[in-house]
């Protein structure tokens, strides 16, 4: 096993468990929001495992073809049972994105025989309206431009600035898009019964990037729409 960070690349021997945070082997930086033990990964009964040790934060964890997902909270762990692994977590205001790749996986998937095209916005039975994925674009701008890095989500205000929209349109739609996607079971959008949770952009971002809801291709519709938004 192998994983892989801002280009630098870490072997895991498996002897024991490899600490991602501020402090152990992976030291990400030191992003007060971050806890000092966020995640281990080790080995037992012959399978890989990613759990996470922190007390608030969680991850989001995907395939790379965006297949399959789940989210890792506090106290809960993965089998890594992927040739590679996806991991993106936000910590205050930055968003970290790091892939684990397992030389002897236990799960290859079979892939069908026809696949969407890039610029579908189709993932599973969850489809965006024009206007929805330019806003889901606009927030998850910075972690595709620099995939596999460190990213800095936008504000609702900059991203609505990004579009050419006013603040309130732009809160309307998010409110819109994280309603569907948590009718569809996204865990994370919502932080009670009728209250938004606070990191919703961040989670949905997470979720957006690693199910390949949005990809990089998509991101020249940006400009197309500031380019009609000021005509």
Known sequence: MQLEFCGEWFP??????FVIGREGVLEIDDNPYLHRRFLEVSRHDDLWWLENVGTRLSATVADPEGNTQAWLAP???LPVVYARTTVLFTAGPTTYELTLVNDEPAYLPTRPAD???AGETTIGPVSLTEAQLLLVLALAEPVLSGRGSTATIPTS???AERLGWTLTRFNRKLDNVCDKLHRYGVRGLRGGPGKLAVNRRARLVEHAVASRL???EQLP?????????ED
């Open 75 to 77: 106290g809960a762990r």
């Open 157 to 159: 205000a900059v991203a």
């Open 221 to 229: 519709l940006l400009a197309a729409a500031r380019e009609v938004a």
């Open 214 to 216: 949005v990809v990089p």
């Open 12 to 17: 895991l021997s498996g002897e024991e468990p």
């Open 115 to 117: 696949e969407p095209e």
